[in-house]
């Protein structure tokens, strides 16, 4: 089994389309570990995506990420990261498969509805930051 961690943002959040999300997710074989409700601080928005500071999105990223709560959920099976993306779609949802999360609910490139760990690397270090 391999693991990856989902972020469901705000714009989901507020739509409250998680159990729509969660459906879809359990139905393509992943199975919830831990699941959380919280408000990320700027401080812990900055500090997850710090990768990003550098870049020009990074402000709007924070500001968008700590509008309202987001569902943190570790995930787990075959092959979790690549699969996980593949369900989610492209991060821009107008780019995003017909049949995707993103391409389905997404309402923009900012508020796409979903984060996914990109690498197995990095879904040990995102999960580290949330689940401890």
Do not use: C
Request: charge should be negative; charged fraction near 25%.
């Amino acid at each position: 089994m391999n693991k990856t961690l989902m972020i469901m943002k705000p714009d989901a959040v507020k739509r409250q389309d998680f159990a729509y999300i969660l459906s879809r997710v359990k139905s393509a074989g992943f199975t919830v570990r831990q699941m959380r409700m919280l408000q990320l601080s700027d401080e812990k928005a900055k500090a997850f995506y710090e990768v990003h500071s550098e870049r020009p999105f990074y402000n709007d990223l924070v500001k968008f990420m700590t509008s309202g709560p987001v569902v943190v959920v570790w995930l787990e099976r075959e092959n979790a990261v690549d699969a996980f993306r593949e369900l989610i779609g492209a991060t821009n949802p107008a780019d995003a498969a017909v049949g995707t999360i993103r391409n389905d609910i997404a309402e923009s490139l900012e508020a796409n509805s979903t984060h996914g760990s990109d690498s197995d690397e990095n879904a040990e270090k995102e999960l580290n930051f949330f689940f401890g």
